[in-house]
């Protein structure tokens, strides 16, 4: 219990403080040094407590197996980049700027699990942020880092990120074994099951996701590289919002739905908690061996429904006004639709490859997510048994983002965008963008990546670019 309270008198001296912006990276490295030894200090003094599974275990799931009540895990990331300087004739308010100083990123996260009752628990993932993105986080539709929030400050900041309820329901006699992770509690679970999730998470925890890029903790970094980009989800500014999701798993199959929150208005920070605006996601997924290799291929359709502005109403607006269209002005109650598909097959011993395609609409303004109305990604992950370094990894990915020509006669009369949006946009170009990575494994906690981008046609604009971004990861586990 003390444990818990400790916790909270944390989070009560962190809530709500004022995030002035200025340059205090050496004392926020500081205090996440601090929240990270203390936090280790609690993982070593916490007694973790089990209990055994009762009678009603399949015998198909083997030994009576240990059951974790609670469960105690926690996260640490740094991500530095940087890029040269690189060719820019002009620049408007949402541009990638020309020279910049490195920017970093940095989040503490403490995964922490209770059990309620059978098939049903509780998790609380407190997190501490401090940095920046490159430019704001502006000037590249696939922006090149995932640990990127698009809110920033040099002095560290507590958020809730996740609180959620989830309960399983047994669909069947078969089981298996769970290890314990990260909002995951160690035990059994059973093979067919529904699921239901509900309280504040992010929607790409359960949707979209994929084994070879979606976390960039730990692999690809670039936005339209670990997620859809096409794939407008609901989220604050931080990625997370309020919902509720089903998923329904039988044999080789699971079939996904969703209802949740969008912000109060686009790219703001908070979520309207009334569902005044909301987003419904359904997603089917198929599990297969090709060749006796495991792959699976998802597909997932969205509406998002809201206050939501049409490109072609703020250009309008623009040309009886005179002025630059700006689609904060013209927006009614309107629906937003669009698709994904993500696949991923392991093609060899420790070789995985994947592949997205995602597009939307075309006419709405980018709501929660970034402005890309279609995508297409690919890439490998190649584990390092070649030579000799088992644990590590390198990527390697593709990725291509286009607009509608409606979003391109948008942004070419002045509109800005939520990332993008340089003034004009006379000569448009796809953005095409390279990233590749190596993952050092230094232990089973600790791990360095190397990350490379070269970006073309940033923010979909010929005329400036093409940028290179160098960046550094490292990555704790506890």
């Given amino acids: 219990m003390q444990f818990f309270i400790d916790i909270f008198d944390f989070v009560a001296c962190l809530v709500d403080r004022p995030r002035p912006r200025r340059a205090a990276r050496r004392r926020g490295r500081l205090w996440l040094a601090c929240l990270l030894g203390l936090a280790a200090g609690w993982t070593t003094a916490a007694a973790q407590t089990t209990q055994t599974e009762g009678p009603g275990t399949s015998a198909s799931a083997g030994p009576v197996a240990p059951v974790e009540a609670f469960s105690f895990h926690g996260q640490f990331t740094n991500v530095t980049q940087e890029h040269p300087s690189f060719t820019s004739p002009y620049q408007g308010a949402n541009s ?7 920017m970093e990123t940095v989040d503490v996260t403490l995964f922490l699990g209770a059990r309620l009752w059978r098939g049903g628990a509780l998790y609380f993932n407190p997190e501490v942020d401090q940095g920046y993105g490159l430019s704001n986080t502006l000037g590249v539709a696939g922006f090149p880092s995932g640990e990127a929030y698009k809110v920033g400050d040099w002095t560290p900041y507590y958020r809730t990120q996740r609180l959620f309820l989830r309960q399983a329901i047994a669909l069947g006699e078969t089981q298996s074994r769970v290890e314990s992770g990260a909002n995951m509690l160690g035990g059994i679970e ?57 998923e329904w798993v039988e044999g080789g199959w699971t079939l996904r739905g969703g209802y949740f929150a969008l912000s109060t208005a686009p790219n703001v920070e908070t979520i309207d908690t009334g569902f005044g605006q909301h ?99 690919t890439g490998l992950a190649i584990q390092g048994a070649a030579w000799n370094r088992n644990d590590d990894t390198v990527g390697v990915a593709v990725a291509v983002n286009a607009l509608s020509s409606a979003a391109r006669a948008y942004f070419a009369a002045g509109g800005p965008g939520i990332l993008i949006g340089d003034g004009r946009l006379p000569n448009y170009g796809r953005e095409r963008i390279l990233e590749s990575y190596y993952l050092l494994r230094v232990n089973a906690k600790l791990n360095l990546s190397a990350d490379l981008q070269h970006i073309s046609n940033p923010a979909y604009n010929r005329d400036r670019g093409p940028v290179l971004v160098y960046g550094v990861r490292l990555h704790a586990e506890f």
């Fill in 96 to 102: 990638l700027q020309v020279s910049e100083a490195a």
């Fill in 190 to 246: 059973p093979d067919d099951r529904l699921t239901l999730t509900v309280g504040k998470f992010s929607v790409v925890d359960i949707f979209d996701t994929n084994a070879y890029a979606h976390d960039p903790r730990a692999d690809f970094l670039n936005w339209s590289v670990v997620d859809s980009a096409a794939f407008d989800y609901a989220a604050d500014s931080w990625g997370y919002t309020l919902g509720v999701a089903v």
């Fill in 279 to 377: 987003s419904m996601v359904l997603e089917a997924e198929r599990r297969f061996q090709f060749m006796s290799r495991p792959g699976a291929i998802r597909v997932l359709g969205y509406v998002d429904r809201g206050r939501i502005a049409r490109y072609d109403d703020a250009l309008s607006q623009a040309a009886t006004s005179d002025t630059a269209p700006d689609v904060s002005q013209v927006r009614h109650d309107a629906t937003k639709s669009g698709w994904a598909m993500n696949l991923e097959q392991q093609v060899a011993n420790g070789i995985g490859w994947f592949a997205r395609l995602s597009a939307n609409d075309g006419q709405h303004e980018a709501f929660d997510f970034t402005d890309v109305n279609r995508s297409l990604a």
